[in-house]
């Protein structure tokens, strides 16, 4: 769905993308992240056909960008990190602004509208002014004319910043709604809890290059070499004990202690896994849970950053 | 969903006047202009009693106690007349001033604002997207002039004001007031760029345009109230009769009447159709900024047909000899001018910045590859598109001027100062192209913009310094191709000769020479030149050749110098 090769863009000399070979199937929600200035935003951009490349190309859903801004605009909905709104009209009239300008047909609009302002909560504020809305609903209301067109690809640039918890919620709940309808959806931030949930791929950015990517279930299973397992004891005694007594095991990798708990990796069958468990509560009367841990993309990124980025 | 008439219209203008003009404050806008309009009639018919014996100026006046029904269409007519007057400045204010000034904000205040990137991906064409910013741009303004405009003309019926006065300076008021604010947009346009930054200063585009429509307004207007007809009945009767006319009338008048390639033509036309190809192309521009600020893909046509256009145009005014015109070389001169200031602007707008060679050169350094460039080649074509239609305008003029309409000398000798001037002018345009590309590798802010700056000082200082000198061929005058062409055309039968119709006449019973209007036999050459033309034509292209080659060097080396040091040091 979306593919680049080559992609470089600098900013005189200073490289804010470089080289970024990438692939992202269709129906994929993917995380792009990275710390500030690794280049999310001007990866986006581009992808959106809003910043022109030093050089490279880039492909979205068959469109070739830079040479059919249009065709790509009829399939790219783009939420940028920031951006203002036009404050003087209703909710219904900017998006019957934004119906309009993308092409939406006269016949289906109105279902249409109704249709974004129910998915994005906004149907009670649908008179109501622009400059009234709130942070996040004025977040919504951004995602919201994004949809309208039915766009096959979603870029959302730091789409939580400076929401609130419930507002973060209801964005997260949002974005899997649209993943399960079928968008391709590629979202930067740089606080990985709110991509942890939703995300199925990531591709990590550091220094404009990409350090890592790819699904997440594929990257921790490579990344973490086995199944990660955590343990968790009544207190710091038990748990170093544990440690030590992990550490002994054939199978048993990367055993970490942190206060009252023990996270490792075991390389080994599932049979394997539970005859351990086993032996483990017989030995440490400690022992309050034991359970394989689902690895996130902040572990992923933890992960790769250890490794590859320097 | 029930019929909406607004979905009928271009989306941005729906836009745009659902945020400039509510229904609430077009009510508001109505009811204030009603109650001032009314205030304002109230004035004015209090001043426009006519003078009685009483108040009158003129105590001897054995009218002093008219009727009273001849007072009372007194009174009327003065109010009409006086009330059309403040209508039409106001209506002038109204399309000259704030139209335009809105115009001039409506994409900058989307910069500004942070709406801008929702536009970039707007489905819009360019082309509805500008129409939709520049009707609506003007709603305010169209709305209270729409107010103002059937007031205005029943002002003029009243006050007995020429028909043909009203029709033209309304037209010029419509023509202009969209030519402006076609400016204002295109301005507006420019400054945004294709960059995400709000542009600094941005805000001061909206007055500067304002004022720009305003000093037309008042520049323009009496070219529109000017009686043609009785200036036409007029000329033709003293150029039949010989008789006397006061010279400054016979100036005058003929300073209404201009040419366009040999059909003399009312000067409110000439203006008007100057006007509304400023306007036509100023939007068009609009619409190509635009399209650069959408990522569209922009093909260098335009910019061909504009400069094509435009020479055609100024060919056309400047075009063959008239009776009492000036002297063919001066409007040589004014063509070079025109001609010379756009491909300066061309160069400046399409000069490859530093910013952007390092860009460039960070991700390909090859020498030979930014010259691939797309965008490189598409500049190139433009200025030398630009420089050809200038030099084939040049030749059109050239050739109008040698084609003697008394018939007197049939030898028309085409190359006889030709070459060396248009060599000359050549010249100086690759001089400016170069100079300009290599202030734009300098870390300028204005970019290749400061090149053109420079230059112009350039020039100046030059023309100052060959004006101080006591020869008229030095070589410092002859280092500006206007200058070069009036030096080597100096005292020349075809472009250096006048035909003056005015003659001075001694009329006896008036004790005093009056100016009258004949037709004398022959163009009178000016005075031959006390220099040698021949040394003087190799000397100027000499300097304007070094001068040339000089820019081309420096740029080469600077291009050269810019890409080494980016190489060496990427951060400096």
């Known amino acids: 769905m979306i593919s680049t090769s080559g992609l470089t863009k600098f900013y005189e000399t200073h490289p804010a993308v470089r080289e970024v070979d990438l692939f992202v199937p269709a129906g994929e929600t993917c995380a792009l992240v990275g710390p500030n200035g690794a280049g999310k935003t001007t990866l986006l951009k581009m992808l959106a056909g809003l910043l022109r490349p030093t050089s490279g190309k880039i492909e979205v859903a068959g469109v070739e960008v830079g040479a059919e801004p249009k065709r790509l605009h009829r399939i790219v909905g783009y939420v940028p990190d920031t951006f203002g709104l036009y404050d003087d009209l209703s909710v219904r009239h900017f998006l019957e602004y934004f119906a309009r300008a993308h092409e939406v047909p006269r016949d289906s609009m109105g279902k249409r509208i109704e249709g974004v302002l129910g998915l994005t909560n906004l149907t009670a504020k649908r008179d109501a002014q622009v400059g009234a809305l709130s942070r996040g609903m004025r977040q919504r209301l951004v995602i919201a004319k994004t949809l309208l067109p039915a766009p096959k690809v979603l870029l959302l640039d730091e789409p939580a910043s400076g929401l609130d918890p419930h507002a973060r919620i209801e964005l997260r709940d949002l974005i899997r709604q649209l993943a399960a309808l079928g968008t391709t959806i590629l979202v930067s931030s740089h606080i990985l809890n709110e991509l942890a949930d939703f995300s199925t791929s990531v591709i990590i950015m550091e220094r404009g290059r990409v350090a890592r990517s790819g699904r997440i279930d594929a990257l921790v299973e490579e990344l973490a070499g086995g199944t990660p397992v955590r343990a968790e004891l009544l207190g710091a005694e038990g748990a170093a004990l544990l440690a030590e007594d992990l550490n002994a095991r054939a199978g048993v990798k990367r055993v970490k202690v942190e206060g009252a708990t023990v996270d490792f990796t075991f390389n080994g069958e599932r049979a394997a896994l539970a005859a351990l468990h086993r032996e483990l509560a017989a030995a440490h009367v400690g022992l309050v849970s034991f359970y394989e841990r689902r690895l996130t993309v902040e572990d992923v990124f933890l992960a790769s950053g250890r490794r590859d980025v320097s | ?572």
């Open chain 2, 1 to 572: 969903m029930a019929w909406n008439p607004s979905l009928s219209l271009n989306p941005e203008f729906v836009r745009v006047l659902r945020t400039t003009l509510p229904r609430r404050r077009a009510l508001f806008v109505a009811g204030l202009t009603v109650v001032l309009l009314a205030a304002g009639a109230w004035v004015v018919w209090s001043r426009s009693a006519p003078p009685s014996y009483v108040y009158g100026h003129f105590k001897g006046d054995l009218d002093a106690m008219p009727d009273p029904a001849d007072l009372w269409a007194r009174q009327v007519r003065n109010f009409g007349s006086e009330s059309y007057g403040v209508l039409s400045v106001l209506l002038f204010a109204l399309l000259f001033v704030l139209g335009p000034a809105l115009a001039g904000l409506s994409l900058v205040q989307e910069r500004l604002r942070g709406t801008a990137i929702f536009q970039q991906m707007s489905l819009l064409s360019p082309f509805r997207l500008a129409s939709g910013k520049f009707w609506g741009a003007g709603a305010l303004a169209y709305f209270v002039a729409l107010l103002l405009l059937p007031c205005a003309l029943a002002a003029a019926w009243l006050g007995g004001v020429d028909s043909d006065k009203v029709w033209r300076l309304y037209l010029f008021l419509l023509v202009g007031g969209f030519a402006w604010q076609a400016l204002g947009l295109y301005a507006s346009a420019a400054l945004c760029g294709s960059s995400g930054r709000a542009p600094r200063g941005g805000l001061l585009v909206g007055p500067l345009v304002a004022v720009g429509g305003a000093v037309t307004a008042l520049a323009l207007n009496s070219v529109f109230t000017a009686d043609y007809a009785e200036m036409a009945r007029r000329l033709a009767e003293f150029a039949a009769s010989g008789r006397g006319i006061e010279d400054y009338l016979y100036r005058s008048y003929q300073s209404y009447w201009w040419h366009f390639y040999g059909a003399r033509i009312p000067a409110y036309a000439v203006v008007l159709g100057l006007v509304s190809f400023a306007g036509l192309w100023a939007f068009a521009g609009a619409v190509r900024r635009v399209k650069a600020w959408q990522l569209i893909p922009l093909k260098p046509g335009a910019a061909w047909l504009f400069f094509g256009s435009a020479c055609a145009i100024v060919t056309g005014l400047l075009w063959g000899r008239h009776f009492d015109d000036e002297v063919p070389a001066t409007r040589l001169e004014i063509y070079m001018l025109l001609c010379w200031a756009g491909v300066a602007a061309l160069a400046g707008e399409s000069a490859l910045t530093r910013a952007r060679l390092r860009e460039w050169w960070s991700a390909e350094p090859g020498p030979v590859a930014l010259l691939q460039r797309a965008e490189i080649k598409a500049s190139i074509n433009s200025i030398l598109v630009a420089a050809g239609c200038s030099l084939a305008g040049l030749f059109a003029l050239w050739f109008s001027y040698h084609v003697d309409p008394l018939g007197n000398r049939p030898e028309y000798n085409l190359g006889t100062q030709f070459l060396p001037v248009a060599l000359c002018f050549a010249l100086t345009l690759s001089a400016t192209v170069a100079f300009v590309q290599l202030c734009a590798m300098y870390r300028f802010r204005l970019g290749g913009w400061a090149g053109v700056a420079l230059l112009i000082c350039v020039y100046a200082f030059a023309g100052v310094a060959g004006a101080l000198l006591e020869k008229p061929d030095n070589t410092a005058a002859l280092f500006n191709p206007l200058a070069y062409a009036a030096t080597v055309t100096k005292g020349d039968y075809y472009l250096d000769s006048a035909y003056d119709a005015l003659q001075w006449s001694y009329e006896p019973a008036e004790g005093r020479y009056r100016s009258v209007v004949k037709a004398p036999a022959d163009y009178k050459p000016h005075a031959e030149p006390r220099y040698d033309v021949a040394s003087a034509a190799a000397r100027g292209l000499v300097v304007q050749g070094g001068f040339a080659l000089l820019c081309l060097a420096f740029a080469t080396l600077k291009y050269r110098q810019t890409r080494r040091d980016m190489l060496r040091d990427p951060e400096d």
